[in-house]
């Protein structure tokens, strides 16, 4: 007599990659309700087989656990993808052209949205400016995104609505770029683009609960059962609204969990209110986040010492050194993990110091800490990740989206050996974890591996430090155990075992089996959330 429960859902294939393991195997997986009842060989899974059980025999495609998308900004990537994407873009008139083109569908009273512009691609390799886009679009606010999302391009009708004006002054930890004449040239630094974006993003509930529903869809048809969505500056404020995934959860359409990443900002009343509010397997707060400085490109990222194109510059923290270290002493006592963004070697030093006091206040207990990006660090400081237990969270194709020539102008050659290091922090001992930082990345998976694994520069033919690579099976493994370790979640989350909730990803080829060239095509054909199909490419 059979005294197993049936299962809902019979998984099996040649190749199934469990994440304990560094190849994948063939197995099957039964699947009872929500959970993996059991993994082993067919005839093993067999007697879970019953009259309702649901099969799907993968072959000789790669069945895996569901992707973690560990860093992006849901609301911020759902406008987005409504825009128009100029990363492509050669010239300056050759993105507003583009732009031109797409304004042409987009409704009269609507703002004008582009991402990912980058005029270190450009002919010229020089900032754009409003006059240029007034000549096409004199009466239409027009809002474009550099490729890093810390600066924007503007018009003048943009820069009229939003009350900028010959007297504005900077914001904290914010420029509004002028000439020679004092005016403004329609390029905004870090938190003055919020004086425009707050205005081009104040949207009706009912719009917004559109864009994060599209979200949804663009992210289980990429393998992607659960995401960790981040502050991202006062840019999005009036995008950003929790109970708008509170309501998606309450009609059972969450088919990503959501791990929610508020501000670290000393409001540790709200802080712990967000958490106590949200806490469920499908949505909750998992810990705070904060920027300690901007981008490398925008001579924004904070340097120990100066750039090497800009001597006496090296840029800022966002805050007071001793405000972060409160914020963060305070936030830790309280239990919550934090996770900043830093892209200089001052950045991730304060960090990491951060990190390290708040350890020793505090006492013993089990940290989730990480730095987001790591791009260029201070070699003293590699070895601190795996001391302290610090998460290293990278994005392996902002490489390839950075001009390499242009961002080793910035930060010279003494320290080009040390930039988008991943296999030396997991040497070290720092967990890993990946992520697209969408929409400063697309969304797919696939891209970010593909980088990690080959390490292949801007120009698609060379390769950047090659020495720094990851093996597949641990790309792959921060793709899904690292986000899971991220959010205290690898007990349930993270890899394909007996007894973990049933999220997992079947891609359309064994990537183990087929050359590195075919990963960034390679696409999911079906996607488990919860133990059920929320996507399938049939």
């Known amino acids: 007599m059979n005294t197993k429960p049936y299962a809902d859902l019979i998984l099996s294939g040649n190749a199934v990659f469990t994440g304990l393991s ?20 067919k005839e093993e899974i067999a007697s879970y087989k019953g009259p309702q059980t649901k099969e799907y025999d993968a072959g000789d495609q790669l069945i895996m656990p569901g992707m973690h998308d560990f860093h992006l900004h849901i609301m911020f990537g759902s406008i987005a993808m409504e825009g128009v994407q100029l990363f492509q873009a050669r010239s300056q008139q050759e993105a507003i052209e583009m732009v031109r083109q797409h304004a042409q569908n987009v409704p009269a009273d609507e703002w004008v949205l582009g991402f990912v512009w980058d005029a270190a691609y450009w002919d010229n390799q020089e900032l754009p400016t409003r006059q240029s886009l007034d000549e096409v679009f004199p009466d239409r606010p027009v809002l ?10 503007v018009n003048s009708k943009a820069l009229e609505l939003a009350g900028v004006t010959r007297e504005s002054e900077n914001p904290p930890f914010g420029i509004i770029a002028r000439d020679e004449a004092g005016d403004a040239t329609g390029i905004l630094y870090e938190s003055a683009i919020g004086l425009v974006a707050n205005k081009a993003f104040d949207l009706p509930r009912e719009k917004k ?3 994060f529903q599209n979200f949804l869809k663009e992210a289980r048809t990429c393998g992607i059962t659960s995401v960790s969505d981040l502050y991202g500056t006062d840019i999005s404020k009036k995008l950003d609204d929790f109970t708008l995934f509170r309501e998606a959860e309450e009609k059972g359409e969450l088919t990503s969990r959501v791990h929610l990443f508020p501000a670290l900002d000393g409001d540790l009343e709200r802080a712990r209110s967000q958490r106590d509010m949200y806490k469920s397997d499908k949505l909750r707060v998992s810990g705070l986040k904060q920027f300690i400085d901007g981008v490398i490109t925008g001579r924004t990222a904070w340097l120990i010492g100066s750039y090497a194109d800009m001597e006496g510059h090296e840029g800022e923290s966002a805050f007071p050194v001793e405000t972060i270290l409160k914020w963060v002493e305070e936030a830790d006592k ?13 950045a991730i030093r304060l960090a990491l110091d951060a990190f390290e006091q708040a350890a020793k206040v505090n006492g013993p207990r089990d940290r989730r800490h990480a730095v987001e990006h790591v791009e260029v660090i201070h070699p003293d400081d590699i070895a601190r990740f795996g001391q302290l237990g610090v998460i290293a969270s990278q994005q392996p194709d902002h490489m390839a989206m950075s001009e390499r020539g242009v961002y080793t102008d910035r930060i010279g050659a003494e320290r080009e050996p040390y930039v988008f290091v991943t296999r030396s922090l997991q040497q070290a001992g720092a967990p890993l974890a990946f992520s697209s930082d969408f929409p400063i990345d697309v969304l797919n998976p696939m891209i970010q591996i593909y980088r990690a694994v080959t390490r292949i520069d801007s120009s698609g033919k060379n390769v950047w430090h090659p020495e720094q690579r990851v093996s597949l099976a641990d790309a792959l493994r921060a793709y899904t155990w690292g986000g899971a370790y991220g959010t205290e979640r690898e007990h349930e989350l993270g890899t394909l075992e007996a007894g973990k909730l049933a999220d997992i990803a079947i891609l359309d080829r064994n990537l183990f089996d087929v050359p590195v060239e075919q990963i960034p095509e390679t696409k999911a054909v079906l996607t488990v959330m919860d133990g059920k199909i929320v996507f399938s490419a049939e």
């Open 334 to 346: 309280e239990g919550f993990n934090v996770r900043f963004h830093s892209i200089g070697e001052a």
């Open 22 to 41: 560094d190849k994948p195997e063939p197995s099957a997986i039964a699947i009872v309700g929500n959970k993996i009842a059991a993994i082993g060989s």
């Open 209 to 211: 609960m559109a864009l």
């Open 144 to 153: 474009l995104f550099h490729a890093e999302g810390h600066y924007a391009w």
